[in-house]
């Protein structure tokens, strides 16, 4: 089964920056699309942003100029740099991709488990 370890998160000051990493487990043939989303309780998941294997990006509006998104194809690892962070992007964030375990395989979704991230003075 896919693993995907997540780290970066923590309690930052409005203007502040934050990276996310994400890295997957070894045991993959392929990945195709990586991305980042979030969700703040009692509000609906939202997908922030997504990078092809191509390295090919798009962002949500609200964090777009403000996120980046990256990835190390060689490392099974995508990179959320977050920059000019706001109070409202405090939420739980998960990263994903989808991947194939075998050549003759569906890609399939895997999720991290999550980091939270919180902005607060």
């Known amino acids: 089964q896919v693993q995907l370890v997540e780290s970066g998160g923590g309690l930052v000051q409005p203007g502040g920056s934050l990276r996310l990493s994400c890295a997957a487990s070894a045991n993959i043939f392929s990945i195709n699309a990586m991305g980042w989303y979030r969700q703040a309780p009692g509000n609906q998941r939202e997908l922030i942003a997504t990078?092809?294997?191509?390295?090919?990006?798009n962002y949500a509006d609200s964090v777009k100029g403000r996120f980046t998104i990256s990835r190390d194809n060689a490392k099974n690892s995508v990179y959320l740099q977050m920059n000019n962070l706001k109070p409202e992007d405090t939420a739980v964030y998960y990263c994903?991709?989808?991947?194939?375990?075998?050549?003759?395989?569906?890609?399939?979704?895997?999720w991290g488990q999550g980091t939270q991230v919180t902005v607060s003075s």
């Open positions: 990078i092809t294997s191509g390295s090919s990006t």
């Open positions: 994903y991709c989808n991947a194939k375990l075998a050549l003759y395989y569906s890609g399939s979704d895997y």
